[in-house]
């Protein structure tokens, strides 16, 4: 079992699973604009799982692996492989830093008609910065998320699985709260 959560394919089906997810949520949304005339912004759903089938095929695909690969060959090239440690930290550091301040102005800034869409905005974002800081490869990271496990399944699999769940939760969830508001308003 713990082969197949450490295994990069069942993360990749993840992917496409919450990609199919958004696409039920911008029908749901179609649907509510067509029904009730309701303020609805599918396309949010449909960017979403493009971004998330991008991901899967990215993920599926090792591209990550292969910009990693990159970096160390130009960095090897440049003749600053020795010194590379302080950049992995600068761009770790500003991606964590965006990401913080990113999902601190969501919770403050987002008008109320779109917070329908803040959970699976705010998951989905710390998806791509999570891959971004994966893809830098800075070794004490690495050492964490790849050489540590518990109960044999390594960190990265569990954090990614767990924000992969919660993508397609985020996508679900909300809009059948909404429509228990709306049931009870129009009762």
């Known amino acids: 079992m713990t082969e197949v959560l ?4 069942l993360r990749v089906v993840g ?6 997810a958004a696409l039920w949520a911008a029908r749901r949304d179609r649907d509510d604009i067509a029904d009730r ?3 609805r912004w599918p396309m949010f759903w449909y960017l979403s799982a493009g971004l998330l089938a991008s991901m899967a095929i990215a993920r599926g695909g090792h591209i990550g692996d292969l910009i990693s690969s990159l970096g160390r060959s130009v960095a090897e090239e440049g003749g600053w492989y020795e010194a590379r ?3 992995q930290t600068v761009v770790v550091v500003a991606v964590t830093s965006t990401w913080f301040v990113t999902i601190s102005l969501a919770f403050w800034r987002v008008p109320e008609r779109r917070r329908r869409y803040l959970p699976a905005a705010l998951v989905l974002f710390s998806l791509v910065c999570f ?8 070794h004490q990271i690495d050492t964490v998320l790849y ?9 990265v699999s569990i954090i990614e699985l767990f924000g992969l769940a919660s993508a397609v939760l985020a996508m679900f969830w909300y809009p059948f709260i909404r429509d228990r508001q ?4 129009d009762a």
């Open 6 to 9: 450490n295994g990069g394919w």
């Open 15 to 20: 992917y496409f699973v919450a990609a199919a």
């Open 37 to 39: 005339g309701a303020v």
């Open 85 to 87: 440690r302080t950049a």
């Open 131 to 138: 891959g971004a800081v994966r893809i830098v490869s800075l």
């Open 147 to 155: 050489r540590r496990d518990i109960a044999g399944v390594r960190i």
């Open 182 to 185: 709306t049931e009870l308003i």
